[in-house]
């Protein structure tokens, strides 16, 4: 193996991992560009739903839209979790210790290297 193929950066997350990992919970609504969560994802807890919605808004690439992303600052994310902001920001916060997440500037993103993590993660909930 070259250590090429341990690169990993936004562009080369991969749409198969991120289908499997939101397929059962969320919807791209491609007319209002948002991501809406099923039913099923009200049995996700809410690190889990957070990883979710994180890996769903990299996918926007595989539909057309290149350079489109949900914001993703915590008060962006609260009603499309169904999240409150005092559980919110604190899981951010230990998602992003441990490397899952990333902030820029005021949005989370995933961390593209961590996505096989993430999916492991959401897979066991």
Known sequence: MALKDLA???SSVNEEVIEQIVQDFV???TDDKSIVLTPDAG???NRERILVYLAANEGWPYLDEPEYR???APKDLELPLGIKPGSLRPTLKVLQKENLLRKDQTDYR???ANLSKIKAEVGEG
């Open 110 to 112: 995933i961390v593209p």
């Open 43 to 45: 049995r996700l807890s």
């Open 70 to 72: 949900v914001k993703t």
């Open 27 to 29: 919807r791209y609504d």
């Open 8 to 10: 990993a950066s936004a």
